[in-house]
Nanobody, 121 residues
């Protein structure tokens, strides 16, 4: 069973930076799409940034130019560098990975447990 372990959340003032990390607990045969989502209280979970196996990235309009997603496939890890944070970025952040545990496995979607990011004004 694969678990995604997230770290890097916390409390930061507006304009500050945080770097989130999400590492798979087991070495996976392949990692396809990796993404970060966020969910504020009373709101749906929305995608923030995604990166394909080929390294193509996509971002929500609200974070373009401020957030950067990257991956280290050898470490089965995805990162989210967040700069110039705003109070509206406050949310629980979740990583999502689609991959195969073994060569004969079907692709599965895995979720992290979430890490809280709070930005004070």
């Amino acid at each position: 069973q694969v678990q995604l372990v997230e770290s890097g959340g916390g409390l930061v003032q507006a304009g500050g930076s945080l770097r989130l990390s999400c590492a798979a607990s087991a070495s996976m045969f392949s990692l396809d799409a990796m993404a970060w989502y966020r969910q504020a209280p009373g709101k749906p979970r929305d995608v923030v940034a995604s990166i394909t196996g080929g390294g193509n990235t996509d971002y929500a309009d609200s974070v373009k130019g401020r957030f950067t997603i990257s991956r280290d496939s050898a470490k089965s890890t995805v990162y989210l560098q967040m700069n110039n944070l705003r109070p509206e970025d406050t949310a629980a952040y979740y990583c999502n990975v689609v991959g195969r545990l073994y060569s004969y496995s079907s692709p599965r979607s895995y979720w992290g447990q979430g890490t809280q990011v709070t930005v004070s004004s």
